[in-house]
């Protein structure tokens, strides 16, 4: 079965530490994606791959940085955790074209 | 830009009252809606979603129409069930397929 797997499924950060969310697919799907969901604000863009080696920067993506380093992982790193930064990310992928999103069961991020 | 608009914030309702969550959508072109629905601790899941004008979409109870007049697709559940409690989200992608928008979404609480 299709499928897209978050890890860790929640982390304690300390403010200014460094955090990296993995994210892997066995959907053989092109495009990755990196949200994040808060209360009030729903999903929200960070950062989305088309292609391995290549990320581009969603509608939130100051203080977050992505890599994929292969088409199946896609990272989403924060260089400097901050309190605001909070949150449940939520990974997904698709084949692109008219498809619809598969998500993974998130990963809460809790920084203090 | 593109946008989606749905009844935000928290609806409660009493088994087998009938659901109305409004989605209203702002897109260039012939966007594809869905709608996605996210139970406690695990991602949203596609609902269902509709192409084109007056096409039907409909899973598990649920249904909406897509009206591109009144550029509308809300969703409907003659009965609802406990179950049925979770948030859902509308959604569109945009003509070219390049990026989605998500409303805030809607938490949904059905009292037995």
């Known amino acids: 079965e299709a499928a897209v797997t978050q890890s860790p499924r929640s982390k304690v950060a300390v403010t200014g530490g460094k955090v990296t969310l993995s994210c892997h697919q066995t959907?053989?799907?092109?495009?990755m994606y990196w949200y994040r969901q808060d209360t009030g604000h729903g999903l929200r863009l960070i950062h989305y791959?088309?292609?391995?080696?290549?990320?581009e920067k969603g509608d939130i993506p100051d203080g977050y940085k992505a890599s994929r380093p292969s088409q199946e992982n896609f990272s989403l790193i924060l260089e400097l955790a901050s309190l605001s930064q909070t949150a449940v990310y939520f990974c997904?992928?698709?084949?692109?074209?008219?498809?619809?999103?598969?998500f993974g069961s998130g990963t809460r991020l809790l920084v203090i | 830009g593109d946008s989606v608009t749905q009844t935000e914030g928290q609806v409660a309702l009493s088994e087998e009252d009938f659901l109305t969550i409004h989605c209203n959508y702002s897109a260039s072109g012939y966007p594809t809606l869905f709608w996605y629905v996210q139970y406690p601790g695990e991602g949203p899941q596609l609902l269902f979603r509709?192409?084109?004008?007056?096409e039907k979409g409909s899973s598990r109870g649920f249904e909406a129409t897509y009206d591109k007049g009144t550029t509308s697709f809300h969703l409907r559940k003659a009965s609802v069930q406990e179950s049925d409690s979770a948030v859902y989200y509308c959604a569109l992608l945009n003509t070219g397929y390049q990026n989605f928008y998500f409303g805030k979404g809607t938490s949904l609480t059905v009292i037995p």
């Open positions: 997904a992928s698709r084949q692109g074209g008219d498809s619809d999103y598969t």
């Open positions: 791959s088309y292609v391995a080696d290549s990320t």
């Open positions: 509709a192409s084109r004008d007056k």
């Open positions: 959907n053989n799907h092109d495009y």
